[in-house]
């Protein structure tokens, strides 16, 4: 089992940032992706940004969905078993529950969610 922590939504107003972190614990050992989903009342959730725990000489491969891109950064830190996502340019459409994802070996694992509102 995996257990996922976030911390860090709010509110904030269009413009502004915000940082989200997840940390990860229980059986996470070995490579696995790490990243952030979001989802509004009654859509689909959506990705957000990913990122492995190796390659590129092990800062790990990011993908991010195209209504973040230039604007959202994902990171991780391995040895805190951490993934970050720093909010840059937040828009009123970026708000949203956001979760943390863990995958390893074709298991998922979520977190409780965290809310992000951005005001207008």
């Known amino acids: 089992q995996v257990q996922l922590v976030e911390s860090g939504g709010g509110l904030v107003q269009a413009g502004g940032s915000l940082r989200l972190s997840c940390a990860a614990s229980?059986?996470?050992?070995?490579?696995?992706?790490m990243g952030w989903y979001r989802q509004v009342a009654e859509k689909q959730r959506e990705l957000v940004a990913v990122?492995?725990?190796?390659?590129?000489?092990?800062?790990?491969?990011?993908n991010y969905g195209d209504s973040v891109k230039g604007r959202f950064t994902i990171s991780r830190d391995n040895a805190k078993n951490t993934v970050y996502l720093q909010m840059n340019s937040l828009r009123p459409e970026d708000t949203a529950v956001y979760y943390c994802?863990?995958?390893?070996?074709?298991?998922?694992?979520w977190g409780q969610g965290t809310q992000v509102t951005v005001s207008s």
């Open positions: 994802n863990y995958v390893r070996l074709g298991r998922q694992y």
């Open positions: 990122i492995t725990s190796g390659g590129i000489t092990s800062g790990g491969i990011t």
């Open positions: 229980g059986s996470i050992l070995g490579i696995n992706t």
